[in-house]
């Protein structure tokens, strides 16, 4: 009789633990498969407002862990763990990750915020970190370049967000600024004209904003001219070699001079007696 109550005692006891158990289970697929379902509703939204691919992966990621976690909480909650201590656990591993991994972390926050306010996307040329090229890739750790010599250049986001960031490719024009020296001797007049003509003959190089011819110094050796023209931004390369060409051959074919710096040597013979 003794043994049979003991047994029953037993049995009541792992039936019950039986019952939290797969009752936690169901709570935890519950939670599971509500954590999936609210990823695909976030990644619909996310997609819908065209946000980058990078960006969509780990805000996705961090929802579904996130609520798998809370999930996994309520279940052990349910079984009866403190679960306070086990957060006060947690909560001490993540702030030892954190610290050792806060490089890391920086460049995620960095490559975030970039996709986020997009001071440039891909396919802009752009100048930052101390190097230059047009952005192949922007991930959520690094970024990716290319330079005008086809090597890719990979470079850490927070280098990149924590510094200057210039951006060649984010305006439709630019402006083409040129000095252009002649010499003293030379017809002002005259030159001014050439270097209109010379502006007005190439029609990549656009009227508006008018372009500027003006004398911007008198130099030790030269008067300075400021060519300054508008040109589409896909065009300015092309416009400025083919414009710098162009001005030597015709200052060339008019008899302008362009100075370059010289030194007169002066040598005295002296005779003894």
Known sequence: MVDFAFTSAWLDIALDGLVNLSLAAIIFFIGWSSARLIAALV???LISRGINDPLQYFIITITRVALTFVALMVSLDFLGFDTAVLLTVFAAA???IGLALKDTLSNVASGVMLILFKPF???DYVEAAGVGGVVEKIGIFTSQMKTGDNREITVPNSQIYGGVIINASAKQTRRIDLVIGVGYSDDLQKVEQLLLECITDDQRILT??????AVAELADNSVNFIVRPWVNTADYWLVRWHLIRQIK???DENGISIPYPQQDIHI?????D
């Open 249 to 251: 051959v015709s200052f």
């Open 268 to 272: 005295h013979q002296v005779t003894k």
């Open 208 to 213: 508006t904003p008018e372009p500027t011819v």
């Open 43 to 45: 990644k619909r939204i």
């Open 94 to 96: 993540g702030l030892a």
């Open 121 to 123: 996307t891909i396919g």
